[in-house]
Nanobody, 114 residues
Framework: QVQLVESGGGLVQPGGSLRLSCAASGFTFRRYAMSWYRQAPGKERELVALISDGGVNRNYADSVKGRFTISRDNDKNTVYLEMNSLNPEDTAVYYC???????WGQGTQVTVSS
């Protein structure tokens, strides 16, 4: 069965950085585009970044362009989200997802606060 396990969240000060990881199993990881979403309290879940199956094509939400970088390691079945210049508006639970699959992980909390 499909499993996605996010990790790497935490509390960070404004301007700081975090690197999220998502370990995938139960499907042929290298054949799927992967994405990161986030959901802040009281808001809908939103797409943050998307990477193609081979890792060549990447797309970002306007709010994170230039600050976040999505990457993947198909040998390790893992997708990453490098987050820099974090601000309080980035506070949310972050989830990864495989395109066209319905499974969500448990998410990892990112809190940006001084």
């Amino acid at each position: 069965q499909v499993q996605l396990v996010e990790s790497g969240g935490g509390l960070v000060q404004p301007g700081g950085s975090l690197r999220l990881s998502c370990a995938a199993s139960g499907f042929t990881f290298r054949r799927y585009a992967m994405s990161w979403y986030r959901q802040a309290p009281g808001k809908e879940r939103e797409l943050v970044a998307l990477i193609s199956d081979g890792g060549v094509n990447r797309n970002y939400a306007d709010s994170v362009k230039g600050r976040f970088t999505i990457s993947r390691d198909n040998d390790k079945n893992t997708v990453y989200l490098e987050m820099n210049s974090l601000n309080p508006e980035d506070t949310a639970v972050y989830y990864c997802k495989a395109a066209a699959l319905r499974t969500w992980g448990q998410g990892t909390q990112v809190t940006v606060s001084s």
